[in-house]
Nanobody, 120 residues
Framework: QVQLVESGGGLVQAGGSLRLSCAAS????????IGWYRQAPGKQRELVAT???????NYADSVKGRFTISRDNAKNTVYLQMNSLKPEDTAVYYC??????????????WGQGTQVTVSS
């Protein structure tokens, strides 16, 4: 049982900033990849950013230089700092925690999602 709870979404003007938080609880010791995904109206869910336990980050081209993923291990929390927001960033944002371990089946856990709306 891994539980993920997102917060920080809302309505913001273009050019503004938001910080999303995802608090994890439960059996999280085996989690080694965390990330954020988003799904805009009429579109497939897409990768926004990931962070491995080794500190390697990966970002979608559309958010590079604007978004930053980070974690606070003491708080079991992952963050997505979003700056210079654009209307195209409007979507439901989902927190993801993944287990990728040799000899074990991959496993993913998802939060409920939080709405981010960027007005023109």
């Amino acid at each position: 049982q891994v539980q993920l709870v997102e917060s920080g979404g809302g309505l913001v003007q273009a050019g503004g900033s938001l910080r999303l938080s995802c608090a994890a609880s439960g059996n999280i010791l085996s989690i080694n990849v965390i990330g954020w995904y988003r799904q805009a109206p009429g579109k497939q869910r897409e990768l926004v950013a990931t962070l491995t336990s080794g500190g390697i980050t990966n970002y979608a081209d559309s958010v590079k230089g604007r978004f930053t993923i980070s974690r606070d291990n003491a708080k079991n929390t992952v963050y997505l700092q979003m700056n210079s927001l654009k209307p195209e960033d409007t979507a439901v944002y989902y927190c993801n925690a993944g287990r990728r371990v040799d000899g074990l089946s991959p496993r993913d856990y998802w939060g409920q999602g939080t709405q981010v709306t960027v007005s023109s």
